[in-house]
Each structure stands twice: as C-alpha cells, then as structure tokens.
C-alpha cells in the first residue's frame, strides 16, 4: 500500500504547496462569481498567482535605493584600492590576487548598473517592503472581480464602525489566506481600488 505520509505523486513540498495555493484561489474565484466559465477562472488565477510570485522576487524601490548606494560605495572603496596599488606593486603582487581584486571590482560595477535599471523600472504600488506582494495581489484581485462579475471593486462599510463588507473583499480575503498573505486584505483591496480609479480617471482625461 503506499505509504500516505508522502505524496504518491512525487511532489516536492513547494509543488505541493504551490498545488494548494491554485486550488484554493480557483475556489474563491468560482465562489464569488459562479457565472464565469472555467476559462476565465483559471485565467484569472493564473495571473494571481504569476503575480504574486512576481512579487515575491521583486525588490521594493526603497530597498534598491539602499542596495544602490551601498553598492556604489563599495565600488569607489575598491577603485581607490586599485589606484592605491603602485605599480611597482602591481607588478609584484601575486597575479592570483590582482586578478581577484579586478574581478571583485567588475562584479561590482556589474551589479551596480543592474539595480540602477531596476531602480529605474520600478513602477510597483507604493507600499512598504512586506507589503508589496499584498499590494501586487490586491491589484490583480481587483481587476480579476471586474473580469468575472463586470463590476468595479467595492466595500461596504457598516454605519457604526467595524470590518468592511462585500463580495470583493470576501474574495479578497480568500486569496490572501490561499497565499498566506498577513497584510489585511481589507486595507489592502481599498489602496487598490483607489489605484484603479486614479488610473481609470487618468485615462478619461488623456481620452
């Protein structure tokens, strides 16, 4: 009989992981818009999920600013090694170790320009490091609700205070449950339709 303490299929533990986080993200889907066809579920889903491990990967603009200046003054430590080395020096020193020190000093300039470009590319939602991926999910969220149900994105807010309401927001904490996502898919989910009617107002005026 297989032994059902590991799966009979071979999966890896993130594959099987990555397995639960579709099943239960098409779930949400399919349960917040019944109506939409299985393709546009799993379209939806899949680009939830590409998303949301885009993310993950993605280096918070703040952060490449930090990454840029202590790269950049690595960089100019290492230059002023170079020029520091006579070259009476250079010539003597082991060819083992100046090759070393011009290769440290390449790679340096080499990811130097890489988180520049990125500095640059950057155009992610505004939000601080561990909430970026949240952020990224709340946008892909939004606009997978209009997909489905032909509806902007809304939250109802009770008279007297307390947690916001709606079907967005139910499918928005769905997902961030399904990703193991901490950030309140509530503050989240507003941010983003704040975000897709600020683009959407944009768009008007350029039109």
């Not at 399904?178 to 009617?197: D, P």
Request: glycine share 4%.
């Amino acid at each position: 009989m297989e032994d059902m303490a590991g799966d009979p299929r071979g999966l890896t533990l993130e594959e099987a992981h990555r397995l639960a986080e579709r099943y239960h993200t098409e779930a949400a889907l399919r349960r917040c818009a019944p109506q939409a066809s299985d393709d546009q579920v799993v379209a939806s889903a899949n680009r939830i999920l590409a998303l949301a491990n885009f993310a993950s990967y993605v280096t918070p603009a703040a952060e490449v600013k930090r990454q840029v200046r202590r790269l950049r003054k690595a960089l100019d430590e290492c230059r002023l090694a170079l020029i520091a080395i006579n070259p009476d020096a250079l010539a003597m020193a082991d060819e083992t170790d100046r090759r070393r020190v011009q290769a440290v000093h390449a790679r340096l300039a080499s990811i130097l320009a890489t988180r520049a470009m990125e500095k640059e590319q950057w155009r992610g939602p505004p939000a601080r490091p561990r909430h970026v991926r949240a952020a990224v999910v709340a946008d892909s969220v939004a606009e997978a609700f209009v997909i489905l149900t032909g509806a902007e994105s809304s939250i109802t807010r009770p008279p007297l205070g307390g947690p916001g309401s709606g079907r967005a927001l139910d499918l928005a904490r769905e997902v961030f449950a399904a990703l193991g996502i901490k950030a309140s898919a509530e503050s989240q989910l507003r941010q983003a339709i704040e975000r897709r009617a600020k683009r959407k107002t944009g768009l008007e005026n350029e039109a």
